[in-house]
């Protein structure tokens, strides 16, 4: 049986979490919290770290004991059997279609604010993106995972140095009203800022491509939720009291960007917020396609997408996710689905995921093991009520899936062999 090569290090794998973590709203997200919620925003990013802790380590310790490319649907199956695993490996599946033209929407936000673009010239971008993507993918993780390195810390890296720059009173701050400690806008700015961490359970469909996956793979976990945290922090930090009330149109890290070094702040953060979706993109266009060849492999569907090329690549797969992501873009480009709506649908798939695997988590332990899991079920199902005007979307995707598996009733059971 084809194995997956295993050749990421830990700081191509860092650098895979990272730039998934910090995407498409590394440059956005801190402006929205800030408006929001003022300055309860920063309390409310680092209850947001803090809640998120207990995901990431039942996230980490699955993948250590369950190393797997099926990643959260392997950790389901292994605790509530094949049906339930199928399910989150479908709607894992299902969450490409729809949070890739989310991407690539804002994607054409930061590309439209350095070149002009018609509408058709965006799409055919978008399709040459996918083109793009399927390249680096079939050349293997490795390749793949050095790109993302240089992205995300190239993102982070500015974030960092705005904030740095603003400490040193480059420019004077900006007097802000004082904000009361209120936990309605605490609670407000973490669920808003939640999405900014969508991305964990991208990097356990790599747990098995690891050099050394005991001790990297969780490593890789905890450092990036701390790291990407602090980067948001940092990111709102610096809009409230350098930016919030200022003289400016357009986003706030163009203005912070030009006030602090210069310049140039809508070329370089038009530029480094494009390269940021567009990493953000090609990690979930990964993991989903990992999770193809894991159901390929097993028996769940067509053989054929459980083979790898000579570079330890799930050729088929990879093939397979990007024709249903271009057919998506164009879909979704015709029905000119609102971004919102996008989002949300998104947003609810992953809830179902990550509620599901620390239920799993929960199940597998035992004892002491079984605390932080059980955390996270509890931050899961705060998210749900957030998303309480879109259950009725994860509801009918669940059921769909969980009918057509039971009429369907496969021969072999998904995700039987190890990686």
Request: glycine content about 10%; proline content about 4%.
């Amino acid at each position: 049986m084809q194995s997956l090569h295993r050749s990421l290090s830990f700081s191509q794998g860092l650098g895979i979490l990272v730039s998934a973590l910090l995407g498409t709203g590394v440059f956005i997200v801190p402006e929205l919290t800030v408006k929001q919620s003022g300055a309860n925003a920063l309390w409310g990013w680092g209850l947001l770290v803090f809640a998120i802790i207990p995901i990431a380590f039942a996230f980490a310790r699955l993948g250590k004991r369950y190393p797997h490319a099926g990643g959260a649907s392997h950790y389901v199956h292994s605790a509530f059997g094949a049906t339930q695993g199928r399910i989150v490996g479908w709607v894992l599946l299902a969450l490409v279609p729809v949070g890739l033209p989310a991407a690539m929407e804002m994607a054409g936000w930061f590309l439209t604010s350095l070149v002009a673009l018609t509408p058709a010239e965006l799409l055919v971008v978008k399709l040459a993106l996918v083109a793009g993507m399927l390249w680096v993918n079939l050349r293997g993780v490795k390749l793949s995972g050095s790109l993302q390195t240089t992205i995300a810390f190239s993102v982070g890296g500015i974030v960092v140095l705005l904030s740095v720059l603003a400490w040193f009173d480059v420019i004077p701050p900006i007097p802000a009203e004082p904000t009361s400690f209120n936990w309605g806008q605490i609670g407000a700015a973490a669920g808003l800022a939640f999405w900014s961490f969508i991305g964990i359970e991208t990097l356990a469909h790599l747990s098995t491509e690891f050099k050394n996956p005991e001790r990297d793979f969780p490593l890789c976990l905890i450092i990036g939720v701390a790291l990407v945290g602090l980067v948001y922090w940092m990111g709102s930090w610096v809009t409230l009291h350098y930016a919030l009330g200022a003289d400016y149109s357009g986003p706030a890290m163009v203005y912070l960007f030009d006030a602090l070094i210069g310049g140039h702040g809508k070329l370089l953060i038009g530029l480094f917020g494009f390269l940021s979706c567009v990493a953000t993109m090609n990690i979930y266009l990964a993991g989903s396609s990992r999770m193809l060849w894991s159901l390929g492999k097993d028996g769940a569907t067509y053989p054929a997408l459980g083979k790898v090329n000579r570079h330890g690549a799930p050729a088929n797969a990879v093939f397979a996710m990007s024709i249903a992501s271009v057919a998506s873009l164009l879909v979704f480009s015709v029905l000119q689905v609102p971004l919102e709506e996008l989002i949300r649908m998104a947003n609810g798939m992953i809830v179902l995921v990550y509620l599901l695997t620390m239920l799993s988590a929960v199940r597998l332990f035992q004892g002491k093991d079984r605390v932080l899991p059980g955390l996270g079920v509890l931050v899961c199902l705060y998210l749900a009520y957030t998303l309480m005007s879109s259950l009725w979307c994860i509801a009918v995707v669940y059921t769909g899936i969980f009918i057509v598996l039971k009429l369907r009733k496969p021969k072999q059971t998904l995700m039987g062999a190890q990686a």
